[in-house]
Nanobody
Framework: QVQLVESGGGLVQAGGSLKLSCAAS????????MGWYRQAPGKQREWVAHIGIFRTTSYADSVKGRFTISRDNAKNTVYLQMNSLKPEDTAVYYC???????WGQGTQVTVSS
Protein backbone atom coordinates (compact mmCIF):
# COMPACT_ATOMS: atom_id res chain seq x y z
CA GLN A 1 0.00 0.00 0.00
CA VAL A 2 1.03 3.62 -0.40
CA GLN A 3 3.09 5.00 2.47
CA LEU A 4 4.56 8.46 2.98
CA VAL A 5 6.67 8.84 6.10
CA GLU A 6 7.95 12.28 7.06
CA SER A 7 10.91 12.85 9.34
CA GLY A 8 13.34 15.58 10.32
CA GLY A 9 11.06 17.87 12.25
CA GLY A 10 11.98 19.30 15.62
CA LEU A 11 12.58 22.41 17.67
CA VAL A 12 14.87 25.10 16.27
CA GLN A 13 15.59 28.72 17.07
CA ALA A 14 14.55 31.49 14.71
CA GLY A 15 17.10 31.86 11.94
CA GLY A 16 18.00 28.20 12.07
CA SER A 17 17.56 25.42 9.54
CA LEU A 18 15.91 22.03 9.30
CA LYS A 19 15.71 19.48 6.50
CA LEU A 20 12.56 17.39 6.25
CA SER A 21 12.47 14.06 4.45
CA CYS A 22 9.53 12.09 3.14
CA ALA A 23 10.15 8.45 2.30
CA ALA A 24 7.67 7.04 -0.17
CA SER A 25 6.69 3.49 -0.97
CA UNK A 26 3.91 1.55 -2.66
CA UNK A 27 3.77 3.54 -5.88
CA UNK A 28 5.94 4.61 -8.78
CA UNK A 29 7.57 7.57 -7.06
CA UNK A 30 9.41 8.94 -10.08
CA UNK A 31 6.10 9.28 -11.94
CA UNK A 32 4.46 11.44 -9.29
CA UNK A 33 4.70 15.14 -8.62
CA MET A 34 5.15 15.67 -4.88
CA GLY A 35 4.24 18.44 -2.52
CA TRP A 36 4.69 19.76 0.99
CA TYR A 37 1.90 21.37 2.99
CA ARG A 38 1.77 22.65 6.55
CA GLN A 39 -0.85 23.30 9.20
CA ALA A 40 -0.33 25.64 12.10
CA PRO A 41 -2.48 25.39 15.26
CA GLY A 42 -5.92 26.84 14.65
CA LYS A 43 -5.24 27.46 10.97
CA GLN A 44 -6.12 25.75 7.72
CA ARG A 45 -3.61 23.54 5.98
CA GLU A 46 -1.61 25.57 3.47
CA TRP A 47 0.49 24.69 0.48
CA VAL A 48 4.27 25.14 0.84
CA ALA A 49 5.94 23.75 -2.28
CA HIS A 50 5.65 21.34 -5.19
CA ILE A 51 8.16 19.48 -7.30
CA GLY A 52 7.26 17.93 -10.62
CA ILE A 53 8.48 14.73 -12.20
CA PHE A 54 11.03 16.76 -14.18
CA ARG A 55 12.02 18.60 -10.98
CA THR A 56 10.18 21.81 -11.81
CA THR A 57 9.57 23.55 -8.50
CA SER A 58 7.11 26.09 -7.16
CA TYR A 59 6.80 27.76 -3.77
CA ALA A 60 4.38 29.71 -1.66
CA ASP A 61 5.36 33.36 -1.41
CA SER A 62 5.78 32.99 2.35
CA VAL A 63 8.68 30.53 1.93
CA LYS A 64 10.18 31.54 -1.42
CA GLY A 65 13.91 32.13 -1.11
CA ARG A 66 14.11 30.31 2.23
CA PHE A 67 12.83 26.80 1.48
CA THR A 68 14.03 24.38 -1.19
CA ILE A 69 12.16 21.27 -2.30
CA SER A 70 14.09 18.46 -3.96
CA ARG A 71 13.71 14.79 -4.76
CA ASP A 72 15.88 11.70 -5.03
CA ASN A 73 14.12 9.16 -7.21
CA ALA A 74 16.73 6.51 -6.43
CA LYS A 75 15.76 6.76 -2.75
CA ASN A 76 12.04 7.42 -3.33
CA THR A 77 12.39 10.46 -1.13
CA VAL A 78 11.35 14.09 -1.32
CA TYR A 79 13.03 16.72 0.82
CA LEU A 80 12.29 20.17 2.14
CA GLN A 81 15.31 22.22 3.15
CA MET A 82 14.16 25.04 5.38
CA ASN A 83 16.51 27.94 6.09
CA SER A 84 16.09 31.23 7.92
CA LEU A 85 13.21 29.77 9.87
CA LYS A 86 10.72 32.09 11.53
CA PRO A 87 8.31 31.48 14.42
CA GLU A 88 5.45 31.69 11.90
CA ASP A 89 6.86 28.59 10.18
CA THR A 90 5.79 26.57 13.21
CA ALA A 91 3.40 23.89 11.98
CA VAL A 92 2.94 20.24 11.24
CA TYR A 93 4.47 19.58 7.82
CA TYR A 94 2.96 17.01 5.51
CA CYS A 95 4.17 15.53 2.25
CA UNK A 96 1.70 14.40 -0.37
CA UNK A 97 1.36 13.09 -3.89
CA UNK A 98 -0.10 15.57 -6.35
CA UNK A 99 -1.73 12.74 -8.27
CA UNK A 100 -4.04 10.55 -6.21
CA UNK A 101 -3.75 12.84 -3.17
CA UNK A 102 -1.95 10.52 -0.77
CA TRP A 103 -0.71 12.11 2.49
CA GLY A 104 1.81 11.32 5.16
CA GLN A 105 1.19 11.57 8.89
CA GLY A 106 3.14 14.79 9.30
CA THR A 107 6.15 15.96 11.26
CA GLN A 108 6.14 18.80 13.78
CA VAL A 109 8.35 21.83 13.23
CA THR A 110 8.58 24.35 16.04
CA VAL A 111 10.54 27.58 15.67
CA SER A 112 11.24 29.49 18.86
CA SER A 113 11.79 33.24 18.91
Amino acid sequence: QVQLVESGGGLVQAGGSLKLSCAASGFSFSSYAMGWYRQAPGKQREWVAHIGIFRTTSYADSVKGRFTISRDNAKNTVYLQMNSLKPEDTAVYYCMTVQDNYWGQGTQVTVSS
